[in-house]
């Protein structure tokens, strides 16, 4: 442990050194200090302690699994992965396990980062969506539907849930989805920020089978590897039934001035 405690003492993420038994070797500062324990407090302690208790059943399982093929990996890719604070709540984290060899014996060490900081700025932004008046719904790139907003699920008359897992074609009118997963690899290969269909008029299909006309903008996100397409909907039926009156309105000004017109310009006729 003498090579190990200069070298990673004072390094900027969390290290952990554990034993095959799950006994804690070494515990830097930044762990410490992330999860709120006093220097070498955590040595010599079982891993156990910094566990919650919903993984503590089945961590020696997984631990046993790390030493049978020990490599570096990610622990629990895929997963939210939680360690226990000293004072009882729970901090996100990312880990990373590589074997190390101490005394003649692996062991594991670990690289621990809190991703509290991370954690909180998505929920703050998807705080921020959920308010929107406008309907946002993020997609992968095979088209499924990963996230909606309650302000879409109303325009599209779907429950909180109930469109999470499910194509986007069951937002479209049956006309459009064939030339749809066209129109969206062509937008992929190329994600800028733009109007869905400039100069054409859009319509969602609602729940109840009725079409209304919609208004989309188009922007994309990277996670980690994958590209997610973000759309922000808008119904903007009131705003065509307003153009339509106007409309209206306007042809009826230009029949009556026109009728104004043409009895001005007739000769009076005296009787």
């Known amino acids: 442990m003498s090579t190990i405690q200069p070298t990673f003492a004072n390094a900027p993420v969390g290290v952990l050194v554990v034993s095959q038994q799950a006994i804690i070797l070494f515990a830097n500062t930044a762990v410490q200090k992330m999860l709120g324990y006093a220097a070498s407090e955590l040595d010599g302690c079982h891993l156990d302690v910094l566990l919650p208790h919903s993984v503590k059943n089945h961590h020696s399982s997984l631990i046993a699994g790390f030493f049978a093929d020990p490599r570096q990996r990610l622990m629990g890719?895929?997963?939210d992965l939680y360690?226990?604070?000293r004072q009882g709540h729970e901090i996100p984290v990312e880990i990373a396990l590589a074997?190390?060899?101490i005394d003649n014996a692996i062991c594991a060490i670990a690289y621990v980062t809190d991703l509290s900081e991370r954690v909180r700025a998505i929920r703050q932004r998807e705080r921020l969506i959920e308010s929107l008046p406008q309907g946002v719904i993020l997609i992968d790139a095979k088209s499924s539907i990963l996230m909606t907003n309650p302000a879409l699920n109303e325009q599209f008359g779907y429950a909180d849930g109930e469109l999470l897992g499910c194509p986007l074609e069951i937002l479209l009118p049956e006309r459009y989805r064939h030339t749809h997963g066209k129109h969206l690899s062509t937008y992929a290969m190329q994600p800028t920020q733009r109007k869905m269909g400039t100069g054409r008029d859009l319509t969602g299909?609602?729940?109840?089978?009725?079409?209304?006309?919609?208004?989309?903008?188009?922007s994309s996100l990277e996670a980690g590897d994958s590209l997610l397409l973000m759309a922000v909907v808008s119904d903007i039926s009131v705003r065509k039934?307003?153009?339509?009156?106007l409309r209206q309105t306007n042809a009826q000004l230009e029949e009556f001035t026109y009728v104004v017109?043409?009895?001005l310009r007739s000769p009076l006729s005296l009787t």
């Open 83 to 85: 360690a226990n604070h």
């Open 205 to 218: 299909l609602h729940k109840s089978g009725v079409e209304f006309p919609v208004e989309i903008a188009l």
């Open 261 to 263: 017109s043409h009895d």
């Open 99 to 101: 074997p190390i060899e």
């Open 77 to 79: 890719s895929g997963r």
């Open 241 to 245: 039934k307003s153009e339509h009156s």
